[in-house]
């Protein structure tokens, strides 16, 4: 979703802002701009439609430079991609204004402000903010309390950054439901939607709590709560090195965080395991007590946090021997579920910010669940300040829009939590052991399976001129299946759909001709044979199918039955392992398909947005 950075200094700042735009393309964009005071105290501005290189271009035709700043990429929601709707936005040339979010009342804004003579130059909601900002300033109001009393009467979620000529040295940026973060300098202080765009310039951050609204200048950081009232937010020190959000020797980021992956879940699992056993301190202070009651427990995720659920329910069930819920989060906050005592609710989210889940998660809290636990890569983020224990999966930064380490840490963490829980419902120290050391085998057998990339390119060479797929699973391996469609889909753009493989006969083996591929994923498990059978309806009817089995299953390749055969995977942790083989089929699809694999069209990193 939008990125914004903002910049205070004794130097000029453009080169900063830029920089923090281009570490924030991943978020998703179609548009970017700047504006800043130049050294006669003027707002200068520049905007153009398209990636952050054509906003280069056009500001090395007509610089735009000064000492105090802000830019945005734009991903848009009111109002079509183009120049005029492009942020930042300006009012009477005197504020400037950079938004991520949606004001919902804006439609009302907009006439009463019409009506006082405000001409509005885009289709934006943005707009109503500067303009709002604009009038308070007109009747004396200085630019913080301007901004104030701006957001006391905008509905709806918002990260905005404010600039004016009228004080020429501060730049006040506010957060309500958007991400947003304040980054400490030596005489020199920023904001930005996340801290990888600023990890170039400093390594200190705050974390702006909802509500919050900052003031900034060169040498002080001031931040006021909801109630007007000045606190003290913690300083935290990022360990993460700008290195750490570059492609190195990797074509695309995608291509290095599926690389990453077993490092990534090493990591995950450092630290939590000990003697064969994992240690509940893992999970924060109040979780190991608030197991002890815990009787059922409910999912609520979007996208590829989604599919990681829909794991986790075969594994809560048959491990833990819990009932389990999974459910998508827009779906779940528009409910009126029945919540069972002892039900314990989880999140998961890459970001930490995703809307839906967070409204979600905070609809739980006044639901009465016994305890909410969240399953996150970013720490500080608005769903790990919210929940009452969390589980960081220490991924890494992930660039590329399409997750992939991000999804396998989550499985990791949530078999650790599948563990704890278990224990408490006749889980054996030595069951657990087992699948302690499946866990710590997992990283080797992630990297057998990167080793198929070679293979795997070939394949991806015959879906060039393919526009639909099918993906079949059967357990565990059908929302393995869901998240290798997903992958395809997204970045390849061909229509691709996943079926638990019994379904076959209900509908989708109707599709199946020589253009259908059908992947399948085949682990060596009891339900083998009926895969097999599923596998053979396809066969029978011409479907060109491409299958990914044990190194030990009973399968054999013949004429339109490509096999490739992953490595030896104990069945616990083969959902994980199965999933690599799928990421870089869906990543060299892309390539022969030519798309843009990081930032495929129309989709964003981060949705911090309905």
């Known amino acids: 979703m939008c990125g914004i950075v903002g910049a205070v200094a004794h130097r000029i700042v453009t080169p900063v802002l830029l920089e923090g735009l281009r570490r924030l393309e991943y978020r998703g964009y179609d548009s970017a701009g700047v504006a800043v005071l130049d050294e006669y105290e003027q707002i200068r501005c520049g905007r153009s439609l398209g990636k952050i290189k054509e906003l280069e271009s056009l500001l090395e035709k007509v610089p735009v430079d000064g000492k105090i700043g802000i830019a945005h990429t734009r991903w848009a929601t009111h109002g079509v991609p183009s120049e005029r709707n492009a942020h930042p936005h300006l009012s009477n040339e005197i504020v400037a204004v950079v938004h991520n979010g949606i004001i919902e009342n804006h439609d009302e804004l907009r006439k009463k402000l019409q009506?006082?003579?405000?001409?509005?130059?885009?289709e934006t909601d943005t707009e109503v903010i500067v303009h709002q900002v604009h009038e308070f300033l007109a009747q004396g109001d200085g630019l913080l309390d301007a901004v104030r009393k701006t957001t006391t009467i905008l509905d709806g979620a918002y990260a905005i950054g404010v600039i004016?000529?009228?004080e020429p040295?501060?730049?006040?940026?506010?957060?309500?439901?958007?991400?947003l973060v304040a980054g400490l300098g030596e005489s020199e202080n920023f904001i930005a939607s996340d801290i990888f765009a600023l990890v170039g310039e400093t390594q200190r951050f705050i974390f702006l709590e909802d509500g919050d609204l900052v003031a900034l200048t060169t040498e002080t950081v001031e931040i006021y709560d909801r109630e007007g009232k000045l606190v003290d937010r913690p300083?935290?020190?990022s360990k993460l090195s700008a290195d750490a959000v570059e492609r190195g020797e990797y074509r695309h980021y995608m291509q290095k965080e599926i690389h990453e992956q077993p490092v990534a879940i090493e990591k995950t699992l450092d630290g939590r395991i000990y003697n064969g056993r994992v240690l509940e301190a893992a999970f924060g202070p109040l979780a190991e007590q608030s197991f002890d009651s815990i009787k059922a427990v409910q999912i609520v995720a979007c996208g590829t946090s989604y599919h990681a659920g829909m794991v986790a329910r075969y594994w809560m069930e048959e491990i833990a021997g819990l009932p389990c819920g999974v459910e998508v989060a827009?779906?779940?906050r528009y409910r009126k579920p029945v919540v069972q005592p002892g039900t314990l609710f989880v999140t998961i989210s890459q970001s930490g910010e995703t809307a839906d889940t967070l409204a979600a998660l905070k609809e739980a809290k006044r639901m009465g669940f016994a305890h909410t636990l969240a399953i996150c890569n970013v720490p500080e983020s608005s769903i790990v300040r919210e929940s009452e224990s969390t589980l960081m999966t220490r991924a890494g930064p992930e660039i590329g829009v399409a997750s992939t380490k991000a999804f396998t840490t989550q499985l990791v963490a949530l078999l650790l939590l599948v563990i704890v829980l278990g224990r408490r419902n006749g889980l054996s120290s030595e069951e657990e052991a087992n699948i302690i050391r499946q866990l710590e085998d997992l990283p080797a057998q992630i990297r057998h399976a990167l080793d198929l990339e070679a293979e795997?390119?070939?394949w991806a060479e015959r879906f060039g001129d393919k526009h639909h797929a099918l993906y079949l699973g059967r357990g565990a391996q059908y929302p393995v299946g869901m998240e290798g469609a997903l992958k395809l889909k997204e970045i390849s753009y061909i229509h691709a759909e996943a079926y638990p493989a019994g379904e076959l006969k209900h509908g989708p083996l109707a599709l199946i001709d020589s253009d259908m591929p059908v992947i399948a994923v085949a682990p060596n498990n009891e339900l083998l044979e009926k895969l097999k059978s599923n596998l053979q309806e396809v066969h029978a009817r011409g479907g060109q199918l491409y299958v990914f089995a044990d190194v030990h299953a009973p399968m054999e390749s013949v004429p339109n039955v490509n096999l490739l055969r992953v490595a030896e995977t104990d069945e616990i942790v083969a959902p994980i392992v199965y999933t690599i083989p799928l990421q870089l089929l869906a990543y060299h699809v892309a390539l022969i398909k030519g798309t843009d694999v990081d930032q495929p069209r129309n989709l964003a990193k981060s949705v911090t947005v309905e």
Request: glycine share 6%.
């Open 169 to 179: 040295h501060l730049l006040v940026a506010a957060r309500h439901g958007s991400p």
């Open 115 to 122: 009506q006082k003579g405000y001409r509005f130059n885009s």
């Open 330 to 332: 827009s779906e779940y």
């Open 164 to 166: 004016s000529s009228k």
């Open 235 to 237: 300083v935290n020190e």
């Open 456 to 458: 795997i390119e070939q």
